[in-house]
């Protein structure tokens, strides 16, 4: 049986360390040191933390990771509790299946890959890295540690206070640990690919979440202590009162990460804990300005372009918040930009500005709401008008009157599907006869998450599940279902991006006459069906078997028929 070799000489062997300085180590710990004998090399700087780390593993016949320039996701950092991975120095690296993989600063320390086994229940696969790394990694995802947040405040509170005496203290003011910070949270969220972030007080702790293709994913908290002055610099930078505590406000803030320029809508909201504050974060670069790039089936996609092409009429679009109707409006929009066409918006807010259109952004504070700026708009003669929404029955009523004066109008209405707008509207106190003269077509929509590229395998769904969307056995019989099983390119996850799913109700006469004599919504929804037309869950099952989402996604995110 071959002999292991000591660290020592294998460090000596990889040219990493001499002789001379391994029997120094050895004779320190004959001296009574009792810090392992790479420790004591690291200390005498005789050797690299990561060549002693290398060796280790080479020794214990373990795999090594060079943390500086492996990309962790943060789902997997998370599968380890922080004063776990912190107190023993641990630090998860990888998971597949049902195993995860932690890099170790000492893989010999049996006790904490049981409390890890516990911890997780999972299977731990031990490797090594070195404890600087392994430490850099936990404080980059993790913050600071107590201590040092401790003494970077009390510098932070000392530029401060020097600052208020009068010295601006040069440049201390930006590298303070709270400007720090928050740049970034907000740089994190846009390199995860955040739609928004969700800065929320606690009893005891501030919590901070990003949403990424519709999910909240929340990061590790943040320590009470720090929650005023993150909420107050948030303030500053979104242009807010910050001595105003008891009632909403909105802002924007504009800034640059790296080379990419950012716009953020910022809404504060006075909570029991205090003020909850949500940034959306408008990246004009990452919208897609192209139908072609929504998700419309082919079919439906061709009667919608035909649809917007109309001279007059309504055309709107309905979903819950976050749905993407802006996105499908903006699309919209962009097609029919062209120089023969004036087109106008009013908006609130303004989310992103496209250029060669006329765009109105609502102002409560000055009397400037949706009905005054549709007034004044009409005058100005345009082609095509946008109402961001429809919100009361004075707005829907001047959107009317100006589809049947001759202008093509879009807006939004929340309702669950397409259907539900004809008698939401009606609800609203509009007349019948207008909403059955000025409708030509409603889209509902969705949008669901699309299995990530890199990690795509084939799988069979629980027949169950499959009868949920309506899909029988000779439908999805010669098309194999697929799913993310969750790498580093989708953070674990399984999906990366979204696509729209929609729900196309054209109006022909039979539901015209149906508007006219107030029917109840469900003869509304089946005489759509008859129509022609595909619902949301339907258009999401095409989806499924076409291998861009899975059936869960589909049946979490779209309504399914009974």
């Excluded at 590790?220 to 909403?248: C, H, W």
């Excluded at 919208?287 to 082919?298: E, I």
């Excluded at 005489?527 to 099952?541: K, V």
Aim: glycine letters at 6%.
């Amino acid at each position: 049986m071959p002999k292991h070799k000591l660290i020592g000489e294998i460090l000596v062997e990889h040219e990493s360390c001499t002789e001379e300085a391994v029997k120094e180590a050895l004779n320190r710990q004959m001296s009574g040191d009792k810090r392992l004998i790479g420790a004591i090399l690291v200390a005498n700087q005789a050797s690299q933390p990561e060549d002693v780390a290398r060796a280790l593993a080479e020794q214990c016949d373990l795999r090594f990771y060079d943390l500086d320039t492996y990309d962790i996701p943060p789902q997997v950092l998370h599968l380890v509790p922080e004063t776990l991975a912190r107190d023993k120095k641990v630090c998860p690296v990888q998971v597949s299946g049902k195993t995860l993989t932690v890099a170790m600063a000492n893989p010999m320390d049996l006790e904490a890959v049981d409390t890890l086994r516990f911890s997780t229940s999972l299977a731990i696969e031990v490797a090594c890295a070195s404890e600087r790394q392994i430490l850099a990694v936990l404080e980059k995802h993790w913050g600071l540690t107590t201590e040092k947040l401790d003494a970077q405040l009390s510098e932070f509170t000392q530029n401060m206070e020097v600052r208020a005496a009068g010295d601006d203290g040069g440049d201390q003011g930006d590298d303070a640990i709270i400007v720090k910070f928050v740049q970034n949270i907000i740089s994190e969220a846009v390199k995860g690919r955040a739609s928004d972030i969700h800065v929320e007080p606690m009893i005891d702790h501030l919590r901070i979440r990003y949403r990424i293709d519709g999910v909240c994913m929340t990061m590790e908290p943040t320590p009470k202590r720090l929650q005023g002055p993150i909420l107050q610099r948030l303030k500053i930078m979104a242009g807010m009162q910050i001595e105003e505590k008891r009632r909403p406000q909105d802002g924007r803030i504009k800034l640059k990460i790296g080379e990419k320029k950012l716009d953020l809508r910022v809404s504060a909201l006075p909570a029991v804990y205090g003020e909850s504050i949500v940034m959306r974060i408008l990246d004009s670069e990452s919208l897609r300005l192209s139908l072609d790039d929504m998700g419309f089936d082919a079919t439906d996609l061709k009667t919608y372009n035909n649809l917007i092409k109309r001279p007059n009429g309504i055309i709107l679009v309905t979903g819950p918040t976050g749905s993407g109707k802006t996105t499908t409006l903006y699309a919209t929009l962009y097609s029919l930009n062209t120089v023969d066409r004036k087109i106008i918006t009013a908006e609130d807010p303004v989310e992103y500005h496209l250029s060669g259109i006329n765009q109105c952004q609502v102002n409560a504070k000055i009397g400037l709401d949706f009905p005054r700026i549709l007034r004044s708009m009409l005058r100005q003669a345009p082609n095509v008008i946008l109402v961001g929404e429809i919100r009361d029955a004075d707005t829907a009523r001047i959107a009317i009157n100006a589809s049947l004066t001759g202008h093509l109008v879009f807006s939004t209405l929340h309702t669950n599907d397409a259907p539900s707008a004809i008698t939401r509207l009606i609800d609203m106190g509009v007349e019948p006869f207008l909403v059955a003269t000025s409708i030509q077509a409603v889209v509902a929509q969705r949008l669901i998450r699309t299995i990530c590229p890199k990690c795509v395998e084939t799988y069979q769904p629980d027949a169950k599940t499959l009868l949920s969307l309506n899909l029988k056995p000779e439908q999805w019989s010669n098309h194999p279902f697929k799913r993310g099983v969750g790498c580093d390119h989708c953070h674990g996850s399984g999906f990366r991006g979204r696509k729209g799913i929609f729900e196309l109700m054209v109006m022909n006469q039979q539901l015209r006459d149906l508007a006219f004599n107030k029917a109840p919504f469900q003869e509304v929804r089946k005489a759509a069906i008859a129509n022609g037309m595909t619902t949301l869950a339907q258009d999401g099952a095409r989806k499924c078997t076409a291998g861009i989402t899975t059936v869960d996604e589909v049946v979490r995110m779209a309504k399914v028929d009974d």
